[in-house]
């Protein structure tokens, strides 16, 4: 792997992070960076180089558009394979629906901030990488949160190069993160800080949007490896051995109902800024256990 956590910390979950995208027509296709006051601030980033100047589309622009999103919609953007949940070798992620409703109007149809922030807010820190408008041809950034920090990783494709540290935050500077299923396969999140700064992120995978939520909310725990009874380590292993060989290392959740949830992932070969997610659900044995409402 190209970055590992240090010795006093536990991985809770790796996952693809770019700013998100606008898709309500108006929007489609754009982002902005915005202070309090709608004002665009992206030439005030410290460091930023130039990017794209994003406007409204026009109605033109909204039916080509929409025109264009006919011949694909049905087309995942992602094949989210979810393992042997239930005894079943795995299922297509297909029939989900693409999108939710939009919660904020103001956020996600008459504009598309993907940083919201006053000056000096921690918002304004986060990398410039994260912009796929902006970042090199061939370059990935990752979103890292583990027992003690939130950072940010940069890679570059085909190389076995340690990940860049592109920003890090301690724990007490973030304030939650939360689901935001008006997206693409639904899988942005709007992470907060504590000084209520904002940046919307695709995250690559749904299940990572809602992992990453309730990991910040409480709502779910993570556990160590070591806290694994006999069973569930048995069964973690023959689950690791039938994954890819580039799979990475397995997150381990304790969801609301008090099942264990282990997820692995792997690049998507449909885009490098999507992945696939492996995952099985473990009882206090290793048997296979069941998500309950709320769970998932």
Do not use: C
């Not at 309090?36 to 909204?62: C, K, M, Y």
């Not at 910040?216 to 006999?230: F, I, K, N, Q, R």
């Amino acid at each position: 792997m190209d970055w590992y956590p240090d010795t006093d910390e536990d991985l809770l979950i790796r996952t693809t992070a770019t700013f998100a995208t606008g898709i309500s027509p108006a929007v489609a296709g754009s982002r902005w960076f915005r202070d309090p006051e709608r004002n665009d601030i992206q030439d005030e980033l410290p460091g930023w180089p130039a990017g794209p100047v994003h406007f409204l589309n026009s109605t033109g622009d909204r039916v080509a558009r929409r025109t264009g999103r006919a011949f694909v919609v049905g087309i995942p953007l992602i094949a989210n394979i979810i393992a042997n949940i239930g005894g079943a070798l795995g299922s297509p992620f297909g029939s989900v629906p693409v999108r939710g409703n939009p919660e904020e109007p103001e956020n996600e149809v008459m504009d598309f901030p993907v940083l919201w922030a006053a000056p000096d807010a921690l918002a304004r820190t986060v990398p410039w990488q994260l912009d796929p408008a902006r970042r090199p041809d061939g370059y990935t950034t990752d979103l890292v949160l583990t027992s003690r920090r939130l950072l940010f990783l940069g890679t570059r494709h085909g190389t076995l190069q340690k990940a860049d540290v592109l920003a890090a935050y301690p724990r007490d500077a973030l304030a939650g993160a939360r689901q935001m299923p008006y997206s693409e396969i639904e899988a942005d999140v709007r992470l907060t800080f504590a000084d209520e700064s904002w940046v919307r992120l695709f995250t690559g995978n749904p299940d990572s949007a809602a992992r990453l939520a309730q990991l910040l909310s409480g709502s779910a725990t993570a556990v160590p490896e070591s806290d694994l009874s006999p069973g569930q380590r048995s069964r973690l292993k023959r689950f690791l051995a039938s994954l890819p060989p580039n799979a990475g290392p397995p997150t381990l959740t304790r969801l609301p109902s008090g099942v264990l949830l282990a997820e692995v992932r792997t690049p998507s070969k449909a885009s490098p800024d999507t992945h696939e997610t492996h995952s099985i659900l473990m009882g206090p044995s290793g048997e296979a256990g069941r998500a309950l409402p709320g769970d998932l």
